[in-house]
């Protein structure tokens, strides 16, 4: 059976999936009440899903929870958080309860620029082309002013373009590297559109340029887009406290917590097998906060992780200290988030989370975002380094394996129970819901 098509964008929702079901599955029924179940019976909403992407046959959910108790700078927060593993909102919570009785988290943004290239070939004499680039760059700039007039109006725009020469990487290769301003916007439209703006009028220059050769005035432009790696959009998070407030338990002394604590900190810091799964951690919070709040997680993802291997080691993005009876723990964090544009008007539930903030500015969310952050690590390495991770991780997972096999309310609650003093394993769980089963 042929299981590739022409013109597929150009199906109606309807004949995509009866084209799809043909093709891919063995029950065609099924298969459609299944995508069917996930739609919106409101079809104004469903049609604003539609159009989010091209081909939507359906919706894919995630759960949408919260974690409360956060405090930052003194502010409370309920924090929004969209994600499906099963322990990160619990974790997240439990943090930051744990740390809303010892002065809650400190943040402060410490810078806010973003960065966008124009990458081009120029074969001919630098110093000619950096002449020709000081005359250019007025104009590079004012050629923007459709573009740019509005962020100006607000305190943004562009900062600044530089000429950079990357002939030592590649023969002819040079960039424009501009620092963008842009403010509660994510921004990535805006600077993409100054940067096509960047390469029109580079180019067009150079053509007219005198003091170039024929070969010199043919500028090749190969690319103009935003960089993701936003090393100066960066929010440092830090929490404090007395060692001896640390311990819950009798099991563990305040500081022997601390000094653990700090030992599996510096263990990521120089271990990359380590340090991987340390910042996977601290992005369970990250981006729960930023899909909830409709930001690019993938972006916030790449660019992160880039900054975590910014010495050439991948390495821990927190870090921790035992100074005298002060137990500290921080991280920075580059975080270029939006609270206006792209989905932030668009999507229901992403205006309920930024309400929910209390309408946030970008820098407000990049603090907020940051503290989920810290709270998750703070919260894993926590189990990981007194009870470990599985024994909470499994009982969030007994609802998970209970769903699985559609377990009755009332089998939850029983069975729930019994896990209370067992070990959830999955082949216990399913043991025990058989037993239940069979007697019933
Ligand atoms: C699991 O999603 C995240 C952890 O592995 C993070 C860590 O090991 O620090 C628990």
């Not at 108790?69 to 502010?75: A, E, P, R, S, V």
């Not at 990359?272 to 993938?298: E, S």
């Not at 990981?384 to 997972?397: R, Y």
């Amino acid at each position: 059976m042929n299981k590739t098509i022409a013109g597929f964008s150009k199906l109606s929702k309807s004949q995509k999936i009866d084209w799809i079901v043909k093709t891919y599955f063995s029950n065609a029924e099924g298969t459609k009440s299944i995508l069917k179940q996930y739609w919106n019976t409101n079809e104004k909403l469903q049609q604003l899903h539609d159009e989010f992407i091209e081909n939507t046959i359906t919706n894919y959910y995630l759960p949408f929870g919260v974690a409360p108790n956060f405090l930052i700078n003194g502010k409370h927060y309920t924090v929004p958080m969209a994600i499906e593993e099963s322990s990160v909102v619990a974790a997240a919570s439990k943090a930051a309860k744990f740390w809303l009785d010892r002065g809650g988290f400190k943040t402060e943004v410490i810078s806010t620029n973003k960065i966008g290239q124009v990458h081009f070939m120029f074969s001919g004499d630098y110093k000619t082309l950096n002449t020709f680039f000081e005359r250019v760059k007025p104009k590079l700039i004012t050629d923007c002013n459709g573009i740019t007039k509005n962020m100006e109006r607000r305190g943004g725009g562009i900062l600044n373009v530089e000429l950079v020469n990357k002939t030592e990487a590649i023969p002819n290769y040079y960039q424009l590297h501009a620092t963008f301003e842009t403010l509660d916007a994510m921004g990535a439209n805006f600077i993409n559109s100054c940067l096509e703006q960047f390469a029109k009028t580079l180019k067009e220059q150079a053509a007219l340029y005198d003091g170039f050769s024929e070969t010199e005035k043919n500028i090749d432009i190969v690319m103009s887009i935003l960089s993701n790696y936003v090393p100066d959009c960066l929010v440092r998070v830090s929490v404090s406290c007395p060692v001896n407030e640390l311990s819950e338990t009798e099991a563990i002394s305040g500081r022997d917590f601390a000094e653990k604590f700090v030992q599996a900190v510096n263990i990521a810091e120089v271990e990359p097998y380590r340090a991987v799964t340390h910042n996977k951690g601290i992005m369970n919070g990250v981006d729960a906060v930023v899909l909830a709040t409709g930001n690019d997680f993938r972006a916030i993802e790449a660019g992160v992780h880039a900054f975590a291997a910014r010495d050439g080691q991948y390495r821990s993005l927190s870090h921790a200290k035992v100074e005298g009876d002060t137990f500290t723990f921080w991280m920075d964090i580059p975080l270029a988030l939006g609270t206006v544009g792209g989905l932030t008007g668009l999507h229901p539930l992403v205006k309920l989370a930024l309400e929910l903030l209390g309408h946030p500015s970008a820098k407000e969310l990049m603090q907020i975002t940051a503290a989920a952050g810290l709270a998750q690590n703070f919260a894993a390495l926590k189990s990981l380094t007194t009870t470990g991770i599985q024994q909470g991780h499994m009982k969030m997972h007994l609802l998970n394996i209970l769903n699985q096999f559609e377990a009755t309310a009332e089998e939850k609650s029983k069975l729930i129970k019994n896990f209370k003093d067992n070990t959830v394993t999955h082949s216990a769980v399913v043991e025990a819901l058989n037993k239940l089963r069979s007697k019933a």
